[in-house]
Every structure is written in C-alpha cells, then in structure tokens.
C-alpha cells in the first residue's frame, strides 16, 4: 500500500497574496502623497496670512509715522523689519481735491519681491496758524464798560 502525501489545501489557507500587500501600498502610499501635499499647501498658507499680517503692521506704523512729519508731498521709499523679517515701504503725500488736505498712501512689500503685501490709506490736514488776536485789535463798541463787567 503506497501513501500518498497530500499536500496542504488552498482554500483552508489564511492570508494575503503578494498581489493583494502590493495594490494596499499602491493606496496607502497614495493617500499618504495627497496628505503630505495638503499639508505643506496649509504651511505655505500660513506663512504667506503670517507675512501679510507683518506687512500690515509695518503699513500701519509707517502711515502713524507720516502723518506725524510735517507735509512734504512726493515719494519716500525705505526698509523697515518686523520680527526680524525685512520689508520695503513707499510713503506717497499727495494733495486732493479738498483745500489743505493731503493724501498719504503706504504700499508694503517683502524686500525680496515686489508685490504690494499690504496698503493703507490716510489723510492730514495742513493746519495754518491763526493769527493771535490782541485786544487792541478789538473794535472800541464792543469792548463793555468797565462797570458793567461782572
């Protein structure tokens, strides 16, 4: 009597072919890819909202300080830091429509380029002195007598 060997059974084996482990790391590694780029889309997002955000404070402390100076109308450029990061300002005085009163237009930029990060609009007025009035300059009838001051 010869015995024959059988050999194990396919279908009572467990486990995956190597076709099934490669097409799982086909999607994993693709989900993985999607994800990363998402996330450096969200970092550079946020380092751009983080520039804007610095350029609007250097606009608004260049537009405090030109309405501080005296009036001078023209373009004054120059380079300022905030948090240790550079930027280029352009400080335009101008005057409008409107008798003594002057324009201020404050364009922020990274030093490295040259878009407009942020703008910010203002306006002075150019005060006159007004004469001082000495009371000999007041006509004698309106003067009251001195009785009648109380």
Do not use: C, H
Request: net charge negative.
């Amino acid at each position: 009597m010869s015995v024959m060997f059988k050999g194990p059974n396919r279908k009572t084996e467990a486990g995956f072919t190597l076709i099934e482990v490669l097409a799982a790391l086909l999607i994993f590694s693709l989900a993985i890819i999607g994800l990363s780029q998402a996330g450096s889309q969200s970092a550079r997002a946020v380092s751009a909202l983080d520039s804007k955000m610095l350029a609007a404070i250097a606009a608004d402390n260049q537009l405090i300080l030109a309405r501080a100076r005296g009036i001078e109308t023209g373009i004054m450029e120059g380079e300022t830091s905030q948090l240790s990061r550079p930027f280029r300002y352009s400080v335009e005085t101008r005057p409008t429509d409107i008798p003594r009163l002057f324009q201020i237009t404050v364009k922020v930029s990274e030093l490295k380029s040259s878009q407009v990060l942020e703008q910010r609009i203002g306006f002075k007025r150019e005060i006159v002195p007004q004469e001082t009035i000495s009371s000999n300059d007041i006509p004698p009838n309106d003067i009251p007598p001195e009785d009648e001051v109380p």
